[in-house]
Protein backbone atom coordinates (compact mmCIF):
# COMPACT_ATOMS: atom_id res chain seq x y z
CA UNK A 1 0.00 0.00 0.00
CA UNK A 2 2.93 2.70 0.88
CA UNK A 3 4.66 1.54 -2.40
CA UNK A 4 1.69 2.45 -4.36
CA UNK A 5 0.46 5.58 -2.27
CA UNK A 6 4.29 7.11 -3.03
CA UNK A 7 3.94 6.33 -7.12
CA UNK A 8 0.71 7.95 -6.90
CA UNK A 9 2.22 10.85 -4.84
CA UNK A 10 5.25 11.13 -7.48
CA UNK A 11 3.38 11.45 -10.36
CA UNK A 12 0.76 14.07 -8.66
CA UNK A 13 3.47 16.06 -7.92
CA UNK A 14 5.57 16.22 -11.13
CA UNK A 15 2.08 16.60 -12.81
CA UNK A 16 2.84 20.24 -11.61
CA UNK A 17 5.36 20.70 -13.56
CA UNK A 18 4.00 19.53 -17.00
CA UNK A 19 0.37 21.07 -16.00
CA UNK A 20 2.62 24.40 -16.02
CA UNK A 21 4.14 23.26 -19.67
CA UNK A 22 0.36 22.71 -20.67
CA UNK A 23 -0.88 26.11 -19.46
CA UNK A 24 2.00 27.95 -20.53
CA UNK A 25 1.11 28.28 -24.43
CA UNK A 26 -1.97 29.20 -24.17
CA UNK A 27 -2.00 32.64 -21.22
CA UNK A 28 0.15 34.17 -19.07
CA UNK A 29 1.75 32.28 -15.63
CA UNK A 30 -0.68 34.86 -14.22
CA UNK A 31 -3.79 34.35 -15.32
CA UNK A 32 -3.46 30.42 -15.13
CA UNK A 33 -2.62 30.39 -11.57
CA UNK A 34 -5.05 32.83 -10.75
CA UNK A 35 -8.02 30.29 -12.18
CA UNK A 36 -5.94 27.29 -10.70
CA UNK A 37 -6.29 29.01 -6.99
CA UNK A 38 -10.05 31.04 -7.34
CA UNK A 39 -11.92 27.54 -7.50
CA UNK A 40 -9.56 26.17 -5.24
CA UNK A 41 -9.88 28.72 -2.27
CA UNK A 42 -13.41 28.72 -2.85
CA UNK A 43 -13.50 25.03 -2.08
CA UNK A 44 -11.44 24.95 1.19
CA UNK A 45 -13.11 28.52 1.80
CA UNK A 46 -16.28 26.56 2.28
CA UNK A 47 -14.88 23.29 4.13
CA UNK A 48 -13.26 25.49 6.60
CA UNK A 49 -16.22 27.54 7.29
CA UNK A 50 -18.45 23.82 7.94
CA UNK A 51 -16.61 20.65 8.50
CA UNK A 52 -13.36 22.25 9.61
CA UNK A 53 -14.56 25.30 11.35
CA UNK A 54 -13.16 23.29 15.14
CA UNK A 55 -9.83 23.22 13.64
CA UNK A 56 -9.36 27.39 13.57
CA UNK A 57 -9.77 27.49 17.80
CA UNK A 58 -7.25 29.19 19.75
CA UNK A 59 -5.16 30.63 16.12
CA UNK A 60 -4.76 34.36 17.08
CA UNK A 61 -4.53 36.85 14.16
CA UNK A 62 -0.45 36.97 14.51
CA UNK A 63 -0.64 33.20 13.76
CA UNK A 64 -2.95 33.65 11.12
CA UNK A 65 -1.06 36.74 9.43
CA UNK A 66 2.37 34.52 9.57
CA UNK A 67 0.32 31.83 7.57
CA UNK A 68 -0.49 34.48 4.96
CA UNK A 69 3.25 35.41 4.70
CA UNK A 70 4.36 31.34 4.67
CA UNK A 71 1.44 31.28 1.84
CA UNK A 72 3.03 34.48 -0.28
CA UNK A 73 6.65 32.65 -0.02
CA UNK A 74 5.34 28.95 -0.56
CA UNK A 75 2.35 29.41 -3.10
CA UNK A 76 2.80 32.99 -4.71
CA UNK A 77 6.46 33.48 -4.85
CA UNK A 78 7.30 29.89 -5.67
CA UNK A 79 4.61 28.82 -8.12
CA UNK A 80 4.38 32.35 -10.14
CA UNK A 81 8.92 31.63 -10.46
CA UNK A 82 8.21 27.87 -11.67
CA UNK A 83 5.39 29.12 -14.14
CA UNK A 84 7.36 31.72 -15.43
CA UNK A 85 10.55 29.62 -15.99
CA UNK A 86 8.76 27.53 -17.50
CA UNK A 87 7.02 29.95 -19.97
CA UNK A 88 10.21 31.75 -20.76
CA UNK A 89 11.67 28.19 -22.25
CA UNK A 90 13.54 26.47 -19.33
CA UNK A 91 12.51 22.64 -19.80
CA UNK A 92 10.00 21.19 -16.75
CA UNK A 93 13.19 19.03 -15.63
CA UNK A 94 15.38 21.57 -15.11
CA UNK A 95 12.89 23.11 -13.06
CA UNK A 96 12.11 20.81 -10.77
CA UNK A 97 15.69 20.04 -10.59
CA UNK A 98 16.38 23.43 -8.89
CA UNK A 99 12.94 23.38 -6.75
CA UNK A 100 14.93 20.02 -5.70
CA UNK A 101 17.56 21.50 -3.98
CA UNK A 102 15.69 22.85 -1.60
CA UNK A 103 15.65 20.58 1.05
CA UNK A 104 19.15 20.36 0.84
CA UNK A 105 20.04 24.11 0.81
CA UNK A 106 17.61 24.05 4.08
CA UNK A 107 19.65 21.06 5.89
CA UNK A 108 22.99 23.34 4.99
CA UNK A 109 21.63 27.18 6.57
CA UNK A 110 19.69 24.80 9.41
CA UNK A 111 23.35 25.22 11.01
CA UNK A 112 24.07 28.97 11.48
CA UNK A 113 19.75 29.98 11.52
CA UNK A 114 18.54 27.28 13.70
CA UNK A 115 21.74 25.84 15.49
CA UNK A 116 21.35 22.67 13.82
CA UNK A 117 24.45 20.16 13.25
CA UNK A 118 25.18 20.13 9.96
CA UNK A 119 27.66 16.98 9.36
CA UNK A 120 30.73 17.06 6.83
CA UNK A 121 28.14 13.90 4.82
CA UNK A 122 25.18 16.53 4.53
CA UNK A 123 27.56 19.38 3.19
CA UNK A 124 29.04 16.62 0.59
CA UNK A 125 25.45 15.91 -0.30
CA UNK A 126 24.76 19.72 -1.09
CA UNK A 127 27.73 20.14 -2.96
CA UNK A 128 26.75 17.12 -4.98
CA UNK A 129 23.27 18.22 -5.50
CA UNK A 130 24.71 21.83 -6.86
CA UNK A 131 27.39 19.66 -8.94
CA UNK A 132 23.81 18.04 -10.47
CA UNK A 133 21.96 20.87 -11.11
CA UNK A 134 24.88 22.40 -13.05
CA UNK A 135 25.25 19.86 -15.39
CA UNK A 136 21.65 19.50 -15.95
CA UNK A 137 21.00 23.36 -16.22
CA UNK A 138 24.10 23.59 -18.84
CA UNK A 139 23.30 20.66 -20.71
CA UNK A 140 19.31 22.58 -21.33
CA UNK A 141 20.79 25.94 -22.26
CA UNK A 142 23.03 24.48 -24.71
CA UNK A 143 19.83 22.30 -26.14
CA UNK A 144 17.46 24.85 -25.84
CA UNK A 145 17.31 27.60 -28.72
CA UNK A 146 16.37 31.38 -28.13
CA UNK A 147 15.84 30.96 -23.90
CA UNK A 148 17.81 33.74 -22.16
CA UNK A 149 20.52 32.59 -19.54
CA UNK A 150 18.98 34.82 -16.88
CA UNK A 151 15.76 32.84 -17.03
CA UNK A 152 18.02 29.91 -15.25
CA UNK A 153 18.12 31.86 -12.36
CA UNK A 154 14.20 32.58 -12.01
CA UNK A 155 13.58 28.91 -10.49
CA UNK A 156 16.38 29.57 -7.93
CA UNK A 157 14.52 32.29 -7.07
CA UNK A 158 11.26 30.29 -6.26
CA UNK A 159 13.49 27.66 -4.78
CA UNK A 160 14.51 30.82 -1.80
CA UNK A 161 10.69 31.41 -1.60
CA UNK A 162 10.16 27.97 -0.25
CA UNK A 163 13.33 28.20 2.03
CA UNK A 164 12.63 30.97 3.15
CA UNK A 165 8.86 30.06 4.18
CA UNK A 166 10.04 26.52 5.88
CA UNK A 167 12.33 28.49 8.25
CA UNK A 168 9.70 31.14 8.78
CA UNK A 169 6.80 27.94 9.18
CA UNK A 170 9.09 26.16 11.91
CA UNK A 171 9.98 28.65 13.95
CA UNK A 172 5.98 29.28 14.79
CA UNK A 173 5.09 28.80 18.37
CA UNK A 174 1.55 27.77 17.16
CA UNK A 175 0.70 24.11 15.95
CA UNK A 176 -1.33 25.23 12.71
CA UNK A 177 -3.22 21.42 11.39
CA UNK A 178 -2.45 21.10 7.60
CA UNK A 179 -6.25 22.15 6.16
CA UNK A 180 -5.80 25.66 8.22
CA UNK A 181 -2.28 26.26 6.69
CA UNK A 182 -3.72 24.77 2.97
CA UNK A 183 -6.94 27.40 3.18
CA UNK A 184 -4.81 30.19 4.55
CA UNK A 185 -2.48 29.94 1.55
CA UNK A 186 -4.92 29.23 -1.26
CA UNK A 187 -6.68 31.95 -0.48
CA UNK A 188 -3.70 34.32 0.27
CA UNK A 189 -2.43 32.89 -3.51
CA UNK A 190 -5.98 33.87 -4.99
CA UNK A 191 -6.25 37.44 -3.35
CA UNK A 192 -2.68 37.52 -4.73
CA UNK A 193 -2.94 36.87 -8.35
CA UNK A 194 -5.64 37.75 -9.24
CA UNK A 195 -4.88 41.24 -8.03
CA UNK A 196 -1.62 41.04 -10.19
CA UNK A 197 -3.89 39.80 -12.92
CA UNK A 198 -6.41 42.71 -12.90
CA UNK A 199 -3.31 44.74 -12.84
CA UNK A 200 -1.77 43.53 -15.70
CA UNK A 201 -4.74 42.61 -17.74
CA UNK A 202 -5.39 39.06 -17.91
CA UNK A 203 -8.60 38.91 -15.46
CA UNK A 204 -10.49 37.31 -18.39
CA UNK A 205 -9.48 33.47 -19.12
CA UNK A 206 -8.70 32.49 -23.05
CA UNK A 207 -10.51 30.60 -24.99
CA UNK A 208 -8.59 28.19 -25.36
CA UNK A 209 -9.42 24.49 -24.48
CA UNK A 210 -5.62 23.62 -23.76
CA UNK A 211 -6.19 26.63 -21.00
CA UNK A 212 -9.17 25.07 -19.04
CA UNK A 213 -7.42 21.27 -19.18
CA UNK A 214 -4.04 22.63 -17.54
CA UNK A 215 -6.34 24.48 -14.74
CA UNK A 216 -8.35 21.04 -14.35
CA UNK A 217 -5.36 19.43 -14.07
CA UNK A 218 -3.15 21.38 -11.97
CA UNK A 219 -6.39 21.72 -9.30
CA UNK A 220 -7.25 17.88 -9.42
CA UNK A 221 -3.62 16.18 -10.14
CA UNK A 222 -1.08 18.58 -8.70
CA UNK A 223 -3.20 20.39 -5.64
CA UNK A 224 -5.02 17.84 -4.10
CA UNK A 225 -3.19 14.65 -5.71
CA UNK A 226 -0.35 15.77 -4.71
CA UNK A 227 -0.82 18.18 -1.78
CA UNK A 228 -3.27 15.64 -0.25
CA UNK A 229 -0.87 12.77 -1.14
CA UNK A 230 1.93 14.36 0.98
CA UNK A 231 -0.17 14.92 3.86
CA UNK A 232 -1.50 11.82 3.84
CA UNK A 233 2.64 10.07 3.56
CA UNK A 234 3.86 12.33 6.07
CA UNK A 235 1.49 11.06 8.71
CA UNK A 236 1.62 7.51 7.55
CA UNK A 237 5.51 7.29 6.74
CA UNK A 238 7.40 10.22 8.55
CA UNK A 239 9.44 13.11 6.98
CA UNK A 240 12.60 10.86 5.79
CA UNK A 241 10.10 9.17 3.04
CA UNK A 242 8.93 12.19 1.67
CA UNK A 243 11.67 14.11 1.68
CA UNK A 244 13.29 10.79 -0.20
CA UNK A 245 9.99 11.31 -2.65
CA UNK A 246 10.65 14.53 -3.60
CA UNK A 247 14.24 14.16 -5.00
CA UNK A 248 12.25 11.88 -7.87
CA UNK A 249 10.34 14.69 -8.59
CA UNK A 250 13.06 16.25 -11.39
CA UNK A 251 13.99 12.32 -12.94
CA UNK A 252 10.09 11.93 -13.32
CA UNK A 253 9.56 15.41 -14.27
CA UNK A 254 12.16 15.16 -17.23
CA UNK A 255 11.50 11.68 -18.49
CA UNK A 256 7.52 13.01 -18.69
CA UNK A 257 8.71 16.32 -20.20
CA UNK A 258 10.82 14.52 -23.03
CA UNK A 259 7.98 12.24 -23.69
CA UNK A 260 5.25 14.62 -24.01
CA UNK A 261 7.11 17.51 -24.83
CA UNK A 262 9.98 16.76 -26.56
CA UNK A 263 12.27 18.42 -24.44
CA UNK A 264 16.07 17.73 -23.98
CA UNK A 265 17.19 14.49 -22.96
CA UNK A 266 20.75 13.67 -23.10
CA UNK A 267 23.87 12.04 -21.54
CA UNK A 268 24.35 15.49 -19.27
CA UNK A 269 20.87 15.61 -18.16
CA UNK A 270 20.95 11.79 -17.24
CA UNK A 271 24.34 12.33 -15.48
CA UNK A 272 23.04 15.61 -13.67
CA UNK A 273 20.18 13.66 -12.60
CA UNK A 274 22.13 10.54 -11.05
CA UNK A 275 24.42 13.16 -9.08
CA UNK A 276 20.96 14.59 -7.73
CA UNK A 277 20.00 11.35 -6.69
CA UNK A 278 23.74 10.52 -5.05
CA UNK A 279 22.99 13.92 -3.28
CA UNK A 280 19.67 12.15 -1.48
CA UNK A 281 21.24 9.39 -0.52
CA UNK A 282 24.59 10.95 0.93
CA UNK A 283 22.06 13.16 3.01
CA UNK A 284 19.87 10.72 4.29
CA UNK A 285 23.34 9.01 5.46
CA UNK A 286 24.50 12.24 6.94
CA UNK A 287 20.60 12.28 8.50
CA UNK A 288 20.91 9.35 10.27
CA UNK A 289 24.57 9.89 11.51
CA UNK A 290 22.76 13.32 13.27
CA UNK A 291 20.38 11.54 14.59
CA UNK A 292 22.33 8.55 15.99
CA UNK A 293 24.92 11.39 17.40
CA UNK A 294 21.73 13.29 18.93
CA UNK A 295 20.33 10.15 20.52
CA UNK A 296 23.16 9.26 22.36
CA UNK A 297 24.01 12.88 23.18
CA UNK A 298 20.46 12.84 24.28
CA UNK A 299 21.10 9.97 26.61
CA UNK A 300 24.30 11.99 27.87
CA UNK A 301 22.45 14.48 28.80
CA UNK A 302 19.83 13.10 30.55
CA UNK A 303 22.33 11.38 32.90
CA UNK A 304 24.42 14.51 33.53
CA UNK A 305 20.87 16.71 33.64
CA UNK A 306 19.68 14.37 36.48
CA UNK A 307 19.50 16.68 39.57
CA UNK A 308 18.34 15.32 42.92
CA UNK A 309 16.04 17.83 45.44
CA UNK A 310 15.52 16.20 48.33
CA UNK A 311 12.64 13.99 47.68
CA UNK A 312 12.06 15.72 44.07
CA UNK A 313 13.57 15.36 40.64
CA UNK A 314 14.14 17.21 37.93
CA UNK A 315 14.38 16.90 34.60
CA UNK A 316 15.62 18.78 32.01
CA UNK A 317 14.49 17.87 28.37
CA UNK A 318 16.62 17.89 25.34
CA UNK A 319 15.59 19.47 22.24
CA UNK A 320 14.30 17.10 19.49
CA UNK A 321 15.87 18.14 15.71
CA UNK A 322 13.76 20.35 13.88
CA UNK A 323 11.39 19.61 11.00
CA UNK A 324 12.17 20.63 7.79
CA UNK A 325 9.66 19.61 5.74
CA UNK A 326 8.30 22.33 3.29
CA UNK A 327 4.24 22.91 3.12
CA UNK A 328 4.14 23.44 -0.35
CA UNK A 329 2.39 22.16 -3.23
CA UNK A 330 3.89 22.01 -7.04
Known amino acids: MNILLSIAFVGAWSSGFIGAKLGAGSASPVTLLMWRFLPLALVLGVVALTAARASWRGLGPRDLLRQAVIGVLSQSGYLLTVYYAIQLGVSSGTTALIDGTQPLVTGALAGPLLGMAVSRTQWLGLGLGVAGV ?3 TTADAGAAAGVARWAYLVPFVGMLCMVAA ?19 HAVTSAVAFTALAAATGGVVPPADGSFWTAVVWLVVLSTFGGYGLYWLILRRSGVTEVNTLMFLMAPVTAVWGALMFGEPFGTQTVTGLALGLLAVAVVHRGDKENHGDQGNQGDRDRRDEHLDHGDRTVRRRSPEPADLTPRRSA
Open 134 to 136: AVV
Open 166 to 184: TFLDRRARADVRPMVSMTI
